[in-house]
């Protein structure tokens, strides 16, 4: 399903629904408040890049700080078929 579409030089890209969705935080995670702290400090810049290997909690951070911040936030999910250029 496509929501909209994104324009790059002349071609059309279409966004899966899915890719825009912010997952809400669980309620049974280990609070991160120091990570949370940097978080708030990034709020001051203007990218705040997040990298970890799969598995270190990333999604649930970024939820979890979301939930307790008041600014608009987006979101793309990204996969390995993100990587192609085409």
């Known amino acids: 399903m496509v929501d909209f579409d994104l324009y790059n030089s002349s071609m059309m890209i279409p966004i899966l ?3 825009l969705y912010i997952p809400l935080p669980r309620s049974n995670v280990v609070k991160r408040t120091r990570l949370i702290e940097k978080m708030n400090e990034g709020l001051h810049r203007k990218l705040t890049l997040i990298s970890a290997s799969v598995g270190f ?3 649930s951070l970024v939820s979890e700080w979301r939930a307790s911040c008041d ?3 987006a979101w793309l999910s990204m996969d390995e078929g993100d ?3 085409a």
Do not use: A, L, Q
């Open 17 to 19: 629904s899915t890719k």
């Open 57 to 59: 909690g990333k999604t």
């Open 71 to 73: 600014r608009p936030v």
């Open 83 to 85: 990587n192609d250029p």
